[in-house]
């Protein structure tokens, strides 16, 4: 059974940094493209950041800059390091599996972990 289990949410300051993980189980990791999306209230969901099976990373305008996404193969874990964050970065980010190698297709999300910028 495949599973993604995301940590690392919390609540900062503008300007703070966090660290979200994300673990998956059930399944190869480095055989699949990896992405983190959030969405805020009343929005929907949107790409934050993808990585490929060959590392190859592609980012939403909103965050580039300021966020790196990155892969552990040796321990099944993609992370988002987000860095400058501010008000508008609110939201839940989830974690996805693709069902690619090369391209971000996802067919399985994560519970989700809520990130909140506030002063």
């Known amino acids: 059974q495949v599973q993604l289990v995301e940590s690392g949410g919390g609540l900062v300051q503008p300007g703070e940094s966090l660290r979200l993980s994300c673990v998956l189980s059930?399944?190869?990791?480095?055989?699949?493209?990896m992405g983190w999306y959030r969405q805020a209230p009343g929005k929907p969901r949107e790409l934050v950041a993808g990585?490929?099976?060959?590392?190859?990373?592609n980012y939403g305008d909103s965050v580039k800059g300021r966020f790196t996404i990155s892969r552990d193969n040796a321990k099944r874990t993609v992370y988002l390091q987000m860095n400058s964050l501010n008000t508008k970065d609110t939201g839940v980010y989830y974690c996805?599996?693709?069902?690619?190698?090369?391209?971000?297709?996802?067919?399985?999300w994560g519970q989700g972990t809520q990130v909140t910028v506030s002063s």
């Open positions: 059930g399944s190869i990791f480095s055989n699949y493209a």
């Open positions: 996805a599996k693709s069902g690619s190698w090369f391209a971000l297709q996802p067919d399985y």
């Open positions: 990585i490929t099976g060959d590392f190859t990373t």
